[in-house]
């Protein structure tokens, strides 16, 4: 037997939000056909760690959605016959333009609106946290040490 944990997704407030790209599944039978399913986790702020769905169609064309997200998240333009892998898109950082919507029923969910690039602020703190992480110290310094 498999346990299962009813969980909601809280709604937030519409707005721009700093996040990454969590996870692309290919979702073959989506309302309108296939489908790339993308998971946001939101980086910072008041909601950071949660968690957002967004959807595109797999068409890789001058207008379609997967095209601006993939240019978003990966800051470079495209010409017709390139191609990219979903794969390159994960752990990316990107802005989100989140609104609510309504159901039929009256329950609300949030919806990305939008993908843009991250933001240079938080492309320097990724590079800094980045920098951070790789760097390393053999031993601290005692208060009476002088640096130069």
């Known amino acids: 037997m498999t346990i299962v944990e ?4 809280p709604v937030i407030p519409m707005g721009q939000y700093h996040a990454l790209i969590a996870e692309v599944k290919e979702e073959p039978e989506g309302q309108f056909g296939p489908q790339f399913q993308y998971s946001f986790e939101i980086t910072s702020g008041e909601h950071v760690g949660t968690s957002l769905l967004g959807w595109s169609s ?18 470079r333009s495209f010409s017709p016959g390139e191609t990219v892998d979903t794969n390159d898109l ?31 602020t938080t492309k320097k703190a990724a590079q ?18 002088v640096l130069f």
């Open 58 to 75: 797999q068409k890789f064309s001058k207008k379609s959605k997967m095209k601006k997200w993939a240019t978003a998240a990966l800051e």
């Open 128 to 145: 800094s946290a980045e920098a951070t992480k790789n760097s390393q110290v053999d031993e601290p310094l005692e208060a009476d040490e």
């Open 6 to 9: 009813y969980k909601e997704q």
């Open 90 to 120: 994960v752990g990316k950082p990107v802005q989100i333009g989140v609104i609510t919507d309504t159901k039929d029923d009256g329950a609300e969910f949030n919806k990305i609106q939008s993908v843009s690039p991250p933001s240079v």
